[in-house]
């Protein structure tokens, strides 16, 4: 079982930039692909970035390709995601998944496929 906790999240001006993190517990962290989702009120929850056990590969949505990126560390047993150009719609509560074993291409974007989840941080861009 691995347990997820996510940090970093606040309230940032539009254009900013903030790193979350998400600590993870467990000693067979490096067997897990990561994911980052977020979700608006009002809103379903969305993909945001995905990342493979080893950190050779990585995935984002069209949303925010070129603005975030996801990285691991895999000796911190700690996935990061840096946010930048941040924009107003970037608001949401972000969360990060854990999925045991690879990370299929096709259901990588969805809720349902991880195994574990975090219990999210907070984002909030101002204009």
């Known amino acids: 079982q691995v347990q997820l906790v996510e940090s970093g999240g606040g309230l940032v001006q539009a254009g900013g930039s903030l790193r979350l993190s998400c600590a993870a517990s467990g000693r067979t962290f490096s067997s897990y692909a990561m994911g980052w989702f977020r979700q608006a009120p009002g809103k379903e929850r969305e993909f945001v970035a995905a990342?493979?056990?080893?950190?050779?590969?990585?995935y984002s949505a069209d949303s925010v390709r070129g603005r975030f990126t996801i990285s691991r560390d895999n000796a911190k047993n700690t996935v990061y995601l840096q946010m930048n150009s941040l924009k107003p719609e970037d608001t949401a509560v972000y969360y990060c998944?854990?999925?045991?074993?690879?990370?299929?291409?096709?259901?990588?974007?969805?809720?349902?496929?991880?195994?574990?989840w975090g219990q999210g941080t907070q984002v909030t861009v101002s204009s």
């Open positions: 990342i493979t056990w080893s950190g050779g590969s990585t």
């Open positions: 998944a854990a999925k045991y074993g690879g990370l299929n291409l096709v259901q990588r974007a969805s809720a349902g496929y991880y195994d574990y």
